[in-house]
């Protein structure tokens, strides 16, 4: 079991920055691809970005890339998501994520879930 908890959300205007942090604990998180997702008021959980163990990064098209940057410290056991030049629209629950070996973009296929933090982006 992976257990994972969230960190640094908050309430932040538009053009700001916050820096989410996700620990976890019960297994080390080398061999986990880890996932950020956020799910927005009446709809669905969606993909933000993911670090596969070996550090390769893929993000959400167009909507977060240059703007949000992912990264792993695995001595840690922690992973980030630096969020810059943050809008209304970026403004959901965020969700780490973790998958056994293979990084995984799709909700329904993820291992192991946060409990989530609140990202509020005011206008």
């Known amino acids: 079991q992976v257990q994972l908890v969230e960190s640094g959300g908050g309430l932040v205007q538009a053009g700001g920055s916050l820096r989410l942090s996700c620990a976890a604990s019960?297994?080390?998180?080398?061999?986990?691809?880890m996932g950020w997702f956020r799910q927005a008021p009446g709809k669905e959980r969606e993909f933000v970005a993911g670090?596969?163990?070996?550090?390769?990064?893929?993000y959400q098209s167009d909507s977060v890339k240059g703007r949000f940057t992912i990264s792993r410290d695995n001595a840690k056991n922690t992973v980030y998501l630096q969020m810059n030049s943050l809008k209304p629209e970026d403004t959901a629950v965020y969700y780490c994520?973790?998958?056994?070996?293979?990084?995984?973009?799709?909700?329904?296929?993820?291992?192991?879930w946060g409990q989530g933090t609140q990202v509020t982006v005011s206008s």
């Open positions: 994520a973790a998958n056994f070996l293979t990084l995984a973009i799709a909700a329904t296929s993820i291992d192991y």
């Open positions: 019960g297994r080390t998180i080398v061999n986990y691809a």
């Open positions: 670090i596969r163990s070996n550090g390769g990064t893929i």
